[in-house]
């Protein structure tokens, strides 16, 4: 079964300051990686997807994908008291558009 | 933004007892779908449809049912409500160029087993 890890659990950083994020898929099927952000409460929000090796660059957000390693990472510079929350990798591996999430980590940015 | 509500947004139930929780989404999307998160973690699949009439077992499907009746609308089903049931429940939906269609999801259920 398609797992998908996350890391780390969670992260403090400072307001203004640079967040990174990984995820990794064990499933060598997976071909598309997407980023979610959850607000405490909230329902999840598509934030970043991304299925081409090399970088992605939105605002201040920027995702990373290996393919070969089947490794993604998000990268959230001048980090904002907003920007705390959960943020959750998913893998696809293109069939009926099931995600598989992975457990997800806590960002707190501290003011 | 697409439209995806859900009913109710919390409750409680008793163990052994039916549940029955609701999705309606507005948007003409073909693909929909129920996880269940535990308090926080991530989301795990329990059952999807790609069109009215037919519905997937996703990764978790034991101990739920699913309907869809329409394209609208998606119900997911505890038969038996247990203690390990309770979590929040999210309903999604995507359109018809689903394999890489972005998912949007609706508010969310709180359910108690009690």
């Known amino acids: 079964q398609q797992k998908v890890q996350q890391s780390p659990e969670s992260l403090i950083v400072p307001e203004g300051g640079m967040a990174s994020l990984n995820c990794t898929s064990s499933?060598?099927?997976?071909?598309y990686f997407w980023w979610y952000r959850q607000h405490s409460g909230k329902s999840p929000k598509m934030l970043m997807?991304?299925?081409?090796?090399g970088e992605k660059e939105e605002g201040r957000f920027t995702v990373h994908l290996n393919k070969a390693s089947l490794h993604t990472s998000l990268h959230i510079r001048d980090s904002q008291p907003s920007d705390s929350a959960l943020y959750l990798c998913?893998?696809?591996?293109?069939?009926?558009?099931?995600?598989?999430f992975g457990s997800g980590t806590k960002v707190i940015v501290l003011p | 933004e697409a439209a995806v509500t859900q009913s109710p947004r919390s409750k409680v139930a008793v163990t052994g007892g039916k549940v029955t929780l609701s999705c309606h989404q507005t948007?003409?999307?073909?693909?929909m779908y129920w996880y269940r998160q535990d308090t926080g973690h991530g989301l795990r699949l329990i059952h999807y449809?790609?069109?009215?009439?037919?519905?997937e077992k996703g990764d978790i499907p034991d101990g739920y049912k699913a309907s869809r009746p329409s394209q609208e609308n998606f119900s997911l089903i505890l038969e038996l409500a247990s203690l390990s049931q309770t979590a929040v429940y999210f309903c999604?939906?995507?359109?018809?160029?689903?394999?890489?269609?972005?998912?949007?999801f609706g508010p969310g259920t709180r359910l108690t087993v009690l």
């Open positions: 999604a939906s995507s359109d018809d160029l689903a394999n890489y269609a972005e998912q949007f």
């Open positions: 499933d060598r099927n997976v071909d």
């Open positions: 997807s991304i299925f081409s090796n």
């Open positions: 998913a893998a696809s591996t293109g069939f009926a558009s099931a995600l598989t």
């Open positions: 948007n003409n999307h073909d693909y």
């Open positions: 449809s790609y069109v009215a009439d037919s519905t």
